[in-house]
């Protein structure tokens, strides 16, 4: 069986400033993949970043980055220099290698962020 | 990009009436659709996966006969709730996953839809 972990509920951050949002993972699979949505109040999931469990690098894009710590079974969003509209809710999930699909999502962050 | 849409992005019905709610992959094909209930301030969780062509498979303590699934094409799949009640008052949500040719599907990402909004009276 496969578990996502966050552990903060919610958050907050001066604009401008980065954040790091934690998820934990349990996972027998030698092989997932893990992914952060955000979900703004208007309720669509946004997919924001991906990391593969092979993937030696830290994925990254744009303002966002995946802190992957396969051995701590981490994997943390950085989000750079922040704005008023990251304002959201931030789900981690992860996708095992017997699960075809299907994705395991965490029970979210909620982010806010402060002018 | 791939995109995703849900219809009706809201609805409000009776309690024992019948709800559909669509999902279509607007600009690719997905063997595969997943759809979601999100209760306010929960996480998403997953009633059930849509195969094009064959029967879904249902999650553990979500009622076929009740939340009833058709993936009768490579872009559509849709969920009606049948003789809804107000517990099924909900956020209900699809992804999409691209298939890619020669029997493959994507492994990298989901896309989902913007989700519909159900209220039973």
């Known amino acids: 069986a496969q578990k996502i972990t966050q552990t903060q509920p919610g958050m907050f951050v001066q604009e401008k400033e980065a954040v790091t949002l934690d998820c934990t993972y349990d996972?027998?699979?030698?092989?997932?993949?893990l992914f952060w949505y955000k979900q703004p109040s208007s309720g669509e999931m946004i997919f924001l970043i991906y990391?593969?469990?092979?993937?030696?690098q830290n994925a990254t894009e744009g303002r966002y980055s995946l802190n992957f710590q396969k051995a701590r079974k981490s994997a943390n969003l950085v989000i750079s220099a922040s704005q008023l509209g990251d304002s959201a809710m931030y789900f981690c999930?992860?996708?095992?290698?017997?699960?075809?699909?299907?994705?395991?999502f965490g029970g979210g962050t909620r982010l806010m962020v402060k002018p | 990009g791939a995109v995703v849409s849900q219809h009706p992005s809201w609805v409000i019905c009776k309690s024992g009436t019948s709800v559909k709610i669509e999902c279509r992959s607007l600009?690719?094909?997905?063997?595969?659709m997943f759809w979601y209930r999100q209760f306010p301030k929960q996480s998403l969780m997953l009633m059930a996966t849509?195969?094009?062509?064959?029967?879904?498979?249902?999650e553990q303590g979500v009622e076929k006969d009740k939340f009833l699934i058709n993936h009768a094409s490579l872009t559509l799949s849709t969920l009606t709730v049948t003789s809804a009640h107000p517990e099924d008052s909900s956020f209900y949500i699809c992804?999409?996953?691209?298939?890619?040719?020669?029997?493959?599907?994507?492994?990298?990402?989901?896309?989902f839809g913007p989700g519909t909004r159900l209220t039973v009276l």
């Open positions: 992804s999409a996953c691209p298939y890619r040719g020669q029997g493959q599907t994507s492994t990298d990402t989901q896309y």
């Open positions: 996972t027998s699979d030698q092989s997932y993949g």
């Open positions: 990391q593969g469990s092979y993937d030696e």
């Open positions: 999930a992860m996708r095992g290698g017997n699960a075809g699909n299907m994705l395991t």
């Open positions: 600009d690719f094909q997905a063997t595969t």
């Open positions: 849509s195969n094009e062509g064959s029967k879904a498979t249902y």
